[in-house]
């Protein structure tokens, strides 16, 4: 399986730390021009109150000191992602379960986990192509707890489906036959690259990417 480098995507919009030491500058330099032009008119027979050029003096230095702290906080953010996202290499290859409804076709095989309540007395896995149309219905034992189910690739006429990324949902009913909502899930694949943009860092795994956080294990082997 070819295994892709660790990439850095551009970020979509303008990080809020950076617009934020841009209003802090813009102020700092409205502050000082102000200050200066104060300065410069004041009546030299009644000189400003020492008192209050001390104060104004306190705020410029106030002004300056945030500026240099967002600029270390913008370093530590940058240093911070970085260390993540060369930590995150060390998924590459390796399998990994993530929270979601993805059903991710592999070699033809796509892995799906399920975790049933109590009460469940019929339970099926639907699975769906792009344009929302069920291509597969795989039926699971309605016991409660994990599940792990997986697919073949193939739609209902027996037809193998090209890999990529589908999208599963579990239908579930009780004994008098009421849909059971809230059914967790979760789907396996395997990580081929890294990437990050203004959401975090992301796993591309397939032709889909899953962020960081939504992982919640590891596994060396392959599905």
């Known amino acids: 399986m070819p295994v892709e480098s660790v990439t850095n995507s551009a970020t979509a919009g303008t990080p809020s730390s950076i617009t934020g030491t841009t209003s802090l500058v813009d102020n700092f330099d409205t502050?000082?021009?102000?200050?200066?032009?104060?300065?410069?008119h004041q009546d030299p027979l009644s000189p400003m109150d020492s008192?209050?050029?001390?104060?104004?003096?306190?705020?410029?230095?106030?002004?300056?000191?945030?500026?240099?702290?967002?600029?270390?906080?913008?370093?530590?953010?940058?240093?911070?992602?970085?260390?993540?996202t060369l930590a995150a290499a060390n998924y590459i290859g390796k399998t990994i379960e993530a929270n979601g409804s993805t059903a991710l076709l592999q070699d033809g095989t796509a892995t799906m986990l399920v975790d049933l309540p109590t009460g469940v007395e019929d339970a099926t896995v639907n699975v769906f192509n792009?344009?929302?149309?069920?291509?597969?219905?795989l039926p699971i034992?309605?016991?409660?707890?994990p599940h792990t189910v997986v697919w073949n690739g193939k739609n209902s006429a027996?037809?193998?489906?090209?890999?990529?990324?589908?999208?599963?949902?579990?239908?579930?009913?009780d004994a008098a036959n009421v849909p059971i909502s809230?059914?967790?899930?979760?789907?396996m694949g395997i990580v081929s690259?890294?990437?990050?943009?203004?959401?975090?860092?992301?796993?591309?795994?397939?032709?889909?990417?899953?962020?960081?956080?939504?992982?919640?294990?590891?596994?060396?082997?392959s599905i």
């Open 130 to 137: 792009s344009t929302g149309e069920i291509i597969a219905a």
């Open 31 to 40: 502050f000082l021009t102000l200050l200066t032009t104060q300065l410069q």
């Open 158 to 173: 027996g037809i193998q489906q090209p890999d990529g990324t589908y999208n599963f949902q579990v239908a579930a009913y």
């Open 193 to 221: 690259g890294v990437t990050t943009d203004d959401q975090g860092t992301l796993l591309k795994v397939g032709s889909s990417v899953v962020p960081l956080a939504d992982v919640i294990a590891v596994h060396d082997n």
């Open 51 to 84: 008192t209050e050029f001390t104060n104004q003096l306190t705020q410029f230095s106030q002004v300056e000191q945030a500026i240099m702290t967002n600029a270390n906080l913008d370093d530590l953010l940058s240093l911070s992602q970085a260390n993540q």
């Open 141 to 145: 034992s309605a016991e409660s707890g």
């Open 182 to 187: 809230g059914i967790d899930t979760a789907f």
